[in-house]
């Protein structure tokens, strides 16, 4: 089992940035493909983000695309989420995942979930 740890959520107002981060305890971060996705209330969890395991391809739901940026520091063990331009619309609960396999990373058939971290956007 894999525990994902992740951090980094809060208020920001629109046009702020904020940046998540989320770590596999125990297990390597470069041993697995990583994304980020989120809920917003009412609505259906959405793919945001994905990189992948082998040459760490990146990936980017429409929404967010020239916006928000994925990486992955091998060093530390941690995947980030850096969030730029927020808007109100940006507003969710984010969950990172780690997946076991490169493929369809952009579904949301992850082997593994973290517990989620809130973002909302507002004046």
């Known amino acids: 089992q894999v525990q994902l740890v992740g951090s980094g959520g809060g208020l920001v107002q629109p046009g702020g940035s904020l940046r998540l981060s989320c770590a596999p305890s125990?297990?390597?971060?470069?041993?697995?493909?990583m994304g980020w996705f989120r809920q917003a209330a009412g609505k259906e969890r959405e793919f945001v983000a994905a990189i992948t395991r082998i040459n760490s391809r990146t990936y980017y739901g429409d929404s967010v695309k020239g916006r928000f940026t994925i990486s992955r520091d091998n060093a530390k063990n941690t995947v980030y989420l850096q969030m730029n331009s927020l808007q109100p619309e940006d507003t969710a609960v984010y969950y990172c995942?780690?997946?076991?396999?490169?493929?369809?990373?952009?579904?949301?058939?992850?082997?593994?979930w973290g517990q989620g971290t809130q973002v909302t956007v507002s004046s």
């Open positions: 995942a780690a997946h076991n396999s490169d493929s369809a990373i952009i579904s949301q058939n992850y082997d593994y």
């Open positions: 125990g297990r390597t971060v470069s041993s697995y493909a």
